[in-house]
């Protein structure tokens, strides 16, 4: 059987979801990764409001779609950065509030674990969950934010028990996160991704190390963040095999651009045509998507393939519809057998 075909909607968050999911469902996805943003999935209401995760699981069975993961990269973030005036676009009023920095982390680190207990209600709600579980298989994915981000190119002189001092800060902030997600029985999905405590393979297994392999904490797997940093993606699906608990299918492509912008972009927006690298729709970058595929069944991941579509140059209709055809095409079930097993003889 082949994975379900999912879009985030996190870059959809402009349209209401009333008026999303026709559309979802016309350009041809299984179902959706709600965002925790716009009016896609709003965690107090769910908490607060008996019949809210009825009405969103009655929407979304209007049109025939299923939802497999919810999405809290915005809220996430604040966690464990430094703030400044940037978080107040990305922030819910209630977690920014006066936008003193301690506050908002604290206020950022309550919501995410409030995350967590309005995905258990949502989950828990599915309709056609087997008979008799009273806990269906939910994640949130997202961001944790990081404390040396900053510190990334290591100068001033950055010393290793600088950088230690970043994971313990978010293992303290994170590590009650998560207790909370082990009591609903959710797990946390952390997209590797510049900007996070994790960015590539190494910072990965500190981060996992920093948290004591809480059985919580795992990731979201996108190899757009990984590829153009020239992180080998397919070695991380290999290494993080039973701790990647959701997958995004997001492109990038790398080498584009004229000469006069590297990895760190050059202060440039999307789309400049000098960028050594930019997303784009899959199937229009570099990213070899089958040979995440064979990874991903090599290791049994059995998930959805979500389409995160990111292309500033492309029509995002036109995109994601294409998308989703180029995923569905892409993506096979492993074998059950020995391919070779019709050659034995009988004995």
């Keep these: 059987m082949e994975r379900t075909v999912t879009l985030f909607t996190g870059q959809w968050a402009d349209l209401p979801l009333a008026e999303l999911l026709p ?9 959706v990764e709600l965002a925790c943003w716009g009016d896609h999935f709003e965690v107090d209401r769910a908490l607060a409001e008996p019949g809210y995760v009825k009405k969103k699981w009655a929407l979304l069975g209007k049109h025939g779609l299923s939802c497999h993961a919810i999405s809290s990269h915005l809220v996430g973030q604040a966690v464990c950065d430094l703030i400044d005036e940037r978080h ?9 509030d006066d936008g003193k920095p301690e506050g908002v982390r604290q206020r950022a680190a309550a919501k995410m674990a409030d995350t967590a207990r309005a995905a258990r209600i949502f989950f828990n709600a599915r309709p056609g969950k087997k008979s008799g579980s009273n806990v269906s298989p939910a994640v949130v994915n997202g961001f944790t934010g990081s404390s040396i981000w900053h510190a990334l190119y290591a100068f001033p002189p950055t010393s290793q028990a600088y950088l230690e001092r970043g994971f313990v800060d978010f293992a303290k902030r994170w590590l009650p996160i998560l207790d909370v997600f082990e009591e609903e029985k959710v797990n946390f999905a952390l997209e590797v991704h510049p900007t996070e405590i994790a960015f590539d393979i190494a910072s990965a297994k500190r981060a996992l190390n920093a948290v004591k392999n809480h059985p919580r904490f795992g990731f979201n797997y996108d190899p757009s963040h990984l590829g153009y940093q020239g992180v080998d993606y397919v070695k991380f699906i290999r290494d993080f095999g039973d701790r990647i608990f959701h997958a995004h299918m997001k492109d990038v492509w790398w080498g584009h651009g004229d000469g006069t912008v590297g990895v760190f972009g050059g202060h440039t927006d999307f789309t400049d045509s000098r960028r050594f690298w930019d997303f784009r729709s899959p199937g229009h970058g570099d990213i070899q998507f089958e040979d995440i595929i064979v990874a991903l069944n090599d290791v049994g991941y059995r998930g959805p393939l979500s389409v995160e579509w990111e292309d500033g140059r492309m029509d995002r209709i036109h995109g994601a519809t294409e998308a989703c055809a180029f995923v569905r095409k892409l993506d096979f079930a492993p074998n059950q057998a020995a ?9």
């Design 23 to 31: 559309l979802v469902k016309k350009m041809g996805y299984d179902g």
């Design 339 to 347: 391919f070779d097993a019709a050659f034995a003889k009988r004995k």
């Design 88 to 96: 107040q676009a990305i922030l819910p009023a209630d977690v920014w």
